[in-house]
């Protein structure tokens, strides 16, 4: 489905395509549980151009407050309904901490299980692994492993990395 831009914007030379605005709905299906349905948008959302993701569409962004911030945090999200496997990753930029992030990913889903991990790099690093890792999986050191994670059925691989705090 092609959809209308609402702008396009540079950070920090990332050259971004922004489908909704914040406070706008972003309309949505899961091709999974055949479901649709609306998010509202607390923060900018898009695409990075000229990228590819693990799904198969461009690298997904979302754009924080802070634009001299140079950390990129990279959430892989789980596929429901079961969570146990990986459906994707989203990128927040603008944003200062692991927790912040987390906090504006959380805000998007109606349940945290879509949060599988989260993972921090800089800005220039990032921009080296879009050339490299077309459509594979972003991966850095975990950050932290939640006990309850592992000791549950959710945990399926290296990838299920959850910040402290």
């Given at each position: 489905?092609?959809?209308?831009?609402?702008?396009?914007?540079?950070f920090?030379?990332?050259?971004?395509?922004?489908?909704?605005?914040?406070?706008?709905?972003?309309?949505?299906?899961?091709?999974?549980?055949?479901?649709?349905?609306?998010?509202?948008?607390?923060?900018?959302?898009?695409?990075?151009?000229?990228?590819?993701?693990v799904?198969?569409?461009?690298?997904?962004?979302?754009?924080?407050?802070?634009?001299?911030?140079?950390?990129?945090?990279?959430?892989?999200?789980?596929?429901?309904?079961?969570?146990?496997?990986?459906?994707?990753?989203?990128?927040?930029?603008?944003?200062?901490?692991p927790?912040?992030?987390?906090?504006?990913?959380?805000?998007?889903?109606?349940?945290?299980?879509?949060?599988?991990?989260?993972?921090?790099?800089?800005?220039?690093?990032?921009?080296?692994?879009?050339?490299?890792?077309?459509?594979?999986?972003?991966?850095?050191?975990p950050?932290?492993?939640?006990?309850?994670?592992?000791?549950?059925?959710?945990?399926?691989?290296?990838?299920?990395?959850?910040?402290?705090?």
């Amino acid at each position: 489905m092609t959809r209308k831009l609402a702008y396009r914007v540079e950070f920090q030379g990332l050259p971004i395509s922004v489908e909704n605005r914040k406070g706008s709905n972003r309309y949505w299906h899961d091709p999974n549980s055949g479901e649709d349905g609306k998010t509202k948008q607390h923060y900018p959302y898009g695409y990075v151009r000229g990228t590819l993701g693990v799904d198969g569409d461009e690298v997904d962004i979302y754009l924080g407050p802070d634009k001299q911030s140079d950390k990129v945090f990279i959430v892989t999200q789980m596929k429901a309904p079961e969570f146990s496997d990986i459906d994707e990753q989203k990128t927040f930029i603008g944003f200062s901490s692991p927790k912040e992030a987390k906090t504006a990913y959380l805000k998007h889903f109606d349940d945290p299980k879509f949060f599988g991990s989260i993972k921090e790099m800089t800005l220039e690093e990032f921009k080296t692994k879009l050339k490299s890792h077309k459509g594979k999986l972003i991966k850095s050191e975990p950050i932290y492993i939640k006990k309850a994670i592992v000791d549950s059925n959710i945990f399926k691989g290296p990838y299920l990395y959850l910040e402290t705090n």
